[in-house]
């Protein structure tokens, strides 16, 4: 086993390959196969080649891939190079204290002045005048920062002049004797170090010494033309506000969320048939979610047309909420887009947060998945939705109903049980849930309601997997036969691929994939 040479600077020298044209660092190819290292001192680094994996590098936190050193004991991971830094004994005037620092050689149970926390992965320094210690990494951290969880900018402080208070992240008390983000406009807004920093939190700016930007005139999304009558940035037309009547029509959806116009207000162009509810309509063309550190705009045109939500992993045609950093593709379908925290989820008593670590991978308690949606969960229980559910409309109506469907778990079907369009029998204790009207005992499946794919509207071409697809609304008199599962597709959309001129009935994309 062999310690690697300490080097102020990993020299960039390439070695080609004559045989494949491939290139690497000089170092990665001199590098040993097994290491130690100061903050990981009790297990040997053996060299690794990881291609696909996402874990993080222990010392710089970006992700390890193809060339590392890997802990199986530990399941740590560190770049190459980032083994080869040279590691400083002393660190004198530091961001983050007024005395020079030494490093601790033992990584034991000491707890960082800064972040509260005892971190055996990250070197570790020590003030040998007083008792101050603080992480290798924490030593720099920004003094000011804006977040995506709150609406104004947090400024470190190295200890809080209140009690504890909960963390505006993870919603975990925070110990007022070591340092924190505050907001120096909402009293006892403050979140930990840790919770701040993470890179779905934070875009990675400092803003000590940076002015506020002043935000777009022009970021209204109508402009009122008179009362009840607006002009939207979407349509080239007016839209006059109405009220949907108690009678259910069935037919009218909205353009940006793609849901159906149920009871309540709503804009309708004077010219044509383009619809907006009136909370869509007033949705505003920026805002920060508390999903992404960048700020997010409204958008109608999406590229190809067709887009998958960031958050709940659906596809849509309606309008999205595209990342304003050109280099990001994350994006929002309306509705994930319009919730907040807290949330409040009308199947669950109390209000929803996204204070689980990502890290983590819960499992839905409505659909039973652990899949990488993005989860909301209760703080006064173990309650936890994935956006998938959780953004599924609670209440619904359906054209042979007068009354409104409610939303039910799966475990809440009974064997007598069945779907009104499809026929077919409700899963008893099964993983997805159901409508059902409390009066007249109406049920049907979510997809047979719905569609699996309920952002989808009709009337638009799209080139899907290289084949032309138009979408159209089921509503003939005989329901077509899709090509795949040869059955009468009961959804509300169906697609309409054309092969060689030859148009086929598909009853979802998934036949597409």
């Known amino acids: 086993m062999s310690a690697i040479p300490a080097l102020s600077k990993p020299s960039v020298q390439t070695i080609i390959s004559v045989t494949c044209d491939k290139r690497f660092h000089k170092e990665c190819v001199e ?34 891939t193809y060339m590392i050193y890997f802990c199986a004991l530990c399941d740590s991971y560190m770049h190459v190079l980032c083994a ?19 490093l601790f050689p033992r990584q034991a149970s000491l707890t960082c002045n800064v972040c509260a926390l005892v971190n055996k992965l990250h070197l570790t320094y020590v003030c040998p005048i007083c008792d101050f210690v603080a992480h290798n990494d924490c030593i720099y951290i920004p003094q ?17 002049p209140f009690e504890e208070r909960s963390c505006g992240v993870c919603r975990q008390l925070v110990d007022s004797d070591y340092g924190a983000y505050t907001c120096s406009e909402c009293s006892g807004y403050v979140v930990h170090i840790r919770c701040a920093l993470r890179k779905d939190i934070w875009d990675g700016k400092e803003l000590e010494g940076v002015p506020e930007e002043v935000e777009e005139d022009d970021v209204e999304s109508f402009k009122r033309i008179a009362d009840g009558v607006i002009l939207h940035f979407s349509h080239r037309h007016q839209m006059k506000l109405e009220i949907s009547g108690v009678v259910y029509d069935g037919n009218k959806f909205c353009q940006a969320c793609v849901l159906p116009i149920n009871e309540g207000s709503f804009y309708v162009c004077v010219e044509c048939d383009f619809i907006l509810h009136e909370t869509c309509a007033d949705a505003p063309r920026k805002k920060v979610h508390p999903l992404h550190p960048h700020p997010l705009k409204q958008t109608v045109d999406n ?55 990502p890290k983590e991978k819960p499992m839905c308690h409505i659909c039973k998945s652990t899949k990488d949606n993005k989860v909301l969960n209760c703080i006064k229980s173990d309650f936890i939705i994935c956006y998938e559910c959780a953004t599924l409309p609670y209440m619904v109506r359906y054209k042979h109903d007068e009354h409104y469907l409610t939303f039910c778990r799966g475990d809440e079907a009974s064997g007598s049980d069945w779907c009104e369009l499809c026929e077919g ?89």
């Open 31 to 64: 590098c040993p196969l097994e290491i130690t290292y100061p903050s990981h001192a009790k297990h040997s680094l053996q060299l690794f080649y990881s291609k696909y994996r996402s874990d993080l590098c222990i010392y710089c936190k970006e992700r390890a």
């Open 84 to 102: 080869q830094a040279k590691i400083p004994f002393f660190i004198d005037q530091p961001k983050r204290h007024d005395h020079t620092l030494t």
């Open 144 to 160: 000011t920062i804006r977040i995506s969880r709150h609406h104004h900018r947090v400024s470190f402080i190295s200890s809080l």
């Open 303 to 357: 590229g190809d047309g067709l887009f998958k939500c960031s958050a709940c992993m659906r596809k849509s045609n309606g309008f999205g909420y595209g990342c304003t950093n050109q280099n990001c593709n994350y994006i929002l379908d309306v509705v994930c887009a319009s919730t907040a925290e807290p949330f409040n989820y009308q199947g669950h008593r109390h209000p929803l947060y996204l204070s689980l670590d």
């Open 425 to 513: 029998k409700l899963a008893i204790g099964g993983k997805e849930g159901f409508y059902k009207c409390k009066d007249c005992c109406t049920t049907l499946h979510i997809n047979c309601l719905l569609g699996p794919d309920p952002y989808y509207k009709a009337g638009q071409t799209y080139e899907i997997g290289g084949v032309e697809i138009l979408l159209l609304h089921n509503n003939s008199a005989s329901r077509p036969i899709c090509c795949m599962c040869n059955i009468r597709c009961p959804y509300p959309i169906v697609l309409v691929a054309t092969v060689d001129m030859i148009a086929y009935i598909l009853c979802s994309s998934k036949h597409l994939t």
